[in-house]
């Protein structure tokens, strides 16, 4: 669980997009997105590093139980803004992450 959800924090750091690949299920959703699938995710963090080229995730907060984790996050790099702080829910299968719940308060222009 843990490691899932460190995986995905260090391929985002690293701007490593293909990793999602490998760290979200075929059949992944993103409940804030309302998106299904990793080439979701890779599309959203592609955007975001295009938007925000030196953007990064420093863990703060992670709690695991069964097959959830909860997280919470901030998010730096991001200009006129003081480290908008995020909140995600995982749910991993076969340890990978197959479900995503969060909120942010990250301002999006």
């Not at 995710?41 to 955007?47: E, I, L, N």
């Not at 938007?51 to 984790?69: K, L, Q, R, Y």
Request: glycine content about 6%; proline content about 5%.
């Amino acid at each position: 669980m843990r490691a899932a959800a460190q995986r995905m924090y260090t391929a985002f750091n690293a701007h490593d997009h293909d990793a999602a690949q490998d760290i979200f299920t075929a059949d992944f959703y993103s409940h804030p997105l309302g998106t299904t699938g990793p080439d979701s995710v890779v599309h959203a963090w592609r955007r975001l590093h295009e938007t925000f080229p030196e953007a990064h995730v420093t863990v703060e907060d992670m709690i695991v139980e069964g097959d959830t984790a909860a997280v919470r996050t901030r998010v730096h790099g991001v200009p006129g803004q003081q480290s908008p702080m995020m909140l995600e829910i995982f749910r991993v299968r076969d340890g990978r992450i197959s479900e995503l719940w969060g909120l942010s308060s990250l301002q999006r222009s």
